[in-house]
């Protein structure tokens, strides 16, 4: 069964780091996009960042360009975003989301609280 579980989030000074965890199972050999997506509060869900599987490009929404790194470790089946220099901006719920062929896989997220 396909599963993904986000960890790592927390509490967080500005100017703080996080890094972020999220392992997944049960996918096949048909993943086509891994993304971080975040809800934030008051404004929705916002895109943050994505690996396309067929370009091998990874890419960021241009708020969190130069602070955040999102990367893959294939033999241990994880995501991470490593998250730097955090803004209270960047405080939110943070999801894990694995794109299939006409479908999208979400965890349950991960709490990130940036503030003084």
């Known amino acids: 069964q396909v599963q993904l579980v986000e960890s790592g989030g927390g509490l967080v000074q500005p100017g703080g780091s996080l890094r972020l965890s999220c392992t997944m199972s049960?996918?096949?050999?048909?993943?086509?996009?891994l993304r971080w997506v975040r809800q934030v509060p008051g404004k929705g869900l916002e895109w943050v960042s994505r690996i396309s599987t067929t370009t091998r490009e990874t890419t960021y929404t241009d708020s969190v360009k130069g602070r955040f790194t999102m990367s893959r470790d294939n033999a241990k089946k994880k995501l991470y975003l490593q998250m730097d220099s955090l803004k209270p901006e960047d405080t939110g719920v943070y999801y894990c989301?694995?794109?299939?062929?006409?479908?999208?896989?979400w965890g349950q997220g991960t709490q990130v609280t940036v503030s003084s």
């Open positions: 049960g996918f096949s050999s048909s993943i086509l996009s």
């Open positions: 989301v694995v794109g299939v062929p006409d479908d999208d896989y």
